[in-house]
């Protein structure tokens, strides 16, 4: 409730009195919002928000707000739970959407309310968005941060309702003064909505999508800092051979696209139908159980694969794949037998006559080994050929095929090496320490950019050794390869990293020298 409100205490010890409202804010002596209201002899009295309602002749509230006065009781979402919808008068436009990002981004920048990583969804006029808790204290915070927000959100684009989706007990005088005007109007949202006040679904309204404005104003402060700190990075490098350099807008290449099976190469496989039930127990608590069957792996190159979940709920235990012919084949033999397992990579050789394929050895729940396996298409054999040492190795990261299939890169979260997948008994090759971040194959398999804790370290690659060729020292991510060309991107721009195959090249020369 706003201050200078004009209020009537309905419930407490001070129950007949009116006021105004000179203090909102969290209470010390419990869940829900507390309010400092001036009486009419100039008496200074406390009460619970709960305990108040707008005075006769009062102004109304500025917008319908329903689950404001949830102190009763809220379904939980500390981490990114807490869910919001909202309904402006019209459509914001391009600009505001960008200052509506910025507000949300100050506004929430301390306090109860955490602002999710994940974008708003926008549908027209309607947005959808949810936050996470700082520290303790649930659903009345969390509320009475958002409306801190919702408030300045109203006063550039006035707000018609606005739904707490966690709200499940208690109401407020705005909950009350909300719900005289009716319920909440349908939406473009299909939540399953178990709490106090549920947004019903209008399936004739556009569907939501992230808007790149109201994102980019919601970073543009965090941005802001962040491309300081690379600029600094960028102007230190100096004259070095390798090096990263900003991009400019009209200088981006095309984003390749990611490959995806269609369903017309997967009726083969036993799908099962639906391949994934969706269940909510309790009330609020969304879960997916993946049904009996073939679950294809869509965007896995060179050949038809899928997980095998052999009962429902359980994790995929066998590999499954189509011939040529659309014949379907799974394993000949498993060694030692998969029991208590759970697949988790699966990459094809680039002749596409062979899989590897990552198996976590699972124990009450908890990975007791990684174990890479080896699976021929030709004969269905399946071997093991390599298993992750805890002390040495620690958790498995990327796993690829370089040098045109000849070698396995393996990286862990403590090191990188090559793997001989002719080898009888495959072992680590030319291993290189390493920090456990991304790790990406560049330049057709003959060199490895892997992230660092300032920057990235590239290294070249023969099929006996792994030797880092340089470094940078510049805060960006990994885009993507084009044409010979490392992208990167950060603060919402792009950069290129220059240098890097020539040095790969004149590595690979020396080595091929001897």
Not at 91 to 104: F, R
Not at 267 to 284: Q, S, W
Not at 454 to 481: C, D, N, S, Y
Request: glycine content about 10%; charged content about 25%.
């Amino acid at each position: 409730m706003k201050k200078g409100t004009q209020v009537r205490i309905v419930r407490g010890k001070a129950r007949g009195q009116q006021g105004t409202v000179f203090w909102s804010g969290p209470s010390r002596y419990g869940p829900g919002l507390r309010l400092g209201i001036t009486t009419a002899d100039g008496t200074k009295v406390w009460a619970a928000a709960d305990q108040v309602q707008p005075a006769d002749g009062a102004a109304s509230y500025p917008y319908r707000f329903y689950g404001h006065g949830c102190a009763g009781g809220w379904i939980e979402g500390a981490e990114d739970g807490h869910c919001f919808t909202v309904q402006f008068s019209r459509e914001p436009s391009q600009d505001e959407l960008s200052v509506l990002g910025e507000a949300y981004a100050a506004s929430l920048k301390k306090g109860a309310a955490r602002p999710s990583h994940q974008p708003w969804e926008w549908s027209g006029r309607w947005a959808l968005f949810e936050v996470g808790e700082r520290g303790q204290g649930g659903g009345p915070p969390i509320v009475a941060a958002v409306q801190r927000f919702l408030d300045e959100a109203h006063s550039l684009v006035p707000i018609v309702d606005v739904v707490y989706f966690n709200a499940r007990e208690g109401t407020d005088g705005w909950d009350d003064w909300s719900s005289a005007q009716g319920p909440p109007d349908a939406g473009p949202f299909p939540l399953t909505q178990a709490g106090l006040f549920p947004r019903p679904h209008d399936p004739a309204l556009p569907q939501p999508a992230r808007s790149e404005a109201f994102e980019a104003g919601r970073q543009a402060e965090a941005y802001a800092k962040e491309l300081a700190k690379i600029t600094k990075a960028i102007d230190k490098q100096g004259k070095k051979a390798i090096r990263v350099e900003p991009l400019a807008a009209d200088g981006l290449p095309e984003r390749p696209t990611s490959f995806a099976w269609p369903d017309t190469e997967l009726t083969g496989f036993d799908i099962p139908e639906p391949a994934v039930l969706r269940h909510e127990n309790p009330p609020g608590n969304v879960w997916h159980e993946f049904q009996t069957g073939d679950h294809p792996l869509r965007d896995v190159a060179g050949r038809r694969l899928a997980w095998r979940v052999p009962e429902a709920g359980q994790a995929a235990n066998d590999l499954v794949w189509l011939d040529d012919e659309g014949k379907r084949h799974t394993p000949r033999s498993w060694k030692p037998p998969i029991v208590d397992a759970r697949l988790d990579l699966v990459l094809v050789h680039p002749a596409a006559h062979y899989a590897v394929l990552s198996v976590n050895r699972m124990e009450y729940l908890e990975v007791k080994a990684q174990v890479l396996y080896r699976v021929s298409f030709d004969d269905g054999e399946a071997r093991a050929i390599y298993t992750c040492n805890k002390k040495t190795d620690g958790p498995l990261g990327r796993v690829a095929f370089v040098l045109g299939g000849d070698r396995i890169a393996v990286a862990t979260a403590k090191r990188i090496f090559l793997l001989d997948p002719e080898a009888k008994k495959p072992r680590a090759l030319s291993p290189v320490k390493h920090g456990g971040g991304p790790v990406h194959v560049v330049f057709d398999g003959s060199a490895l950019l892997a992230e660092t804790t300032q920057g990235w370290r590239i290294h070249g690659l023969t099929p006996k050794t792994i030797k880092a060729v340089g470094t940078v020292a510049v805060p960006v991510r990994f885009a993507f390869e084009h044409e010979g060309r490392l992208l990167l991107e950060a603060a919402g721009q792009h950069f290129e990293l220059i240098g890097a195959r020539a040095a790969v090249e004149r590595f690979r020369s020396k080595a091929a020298k001897g």
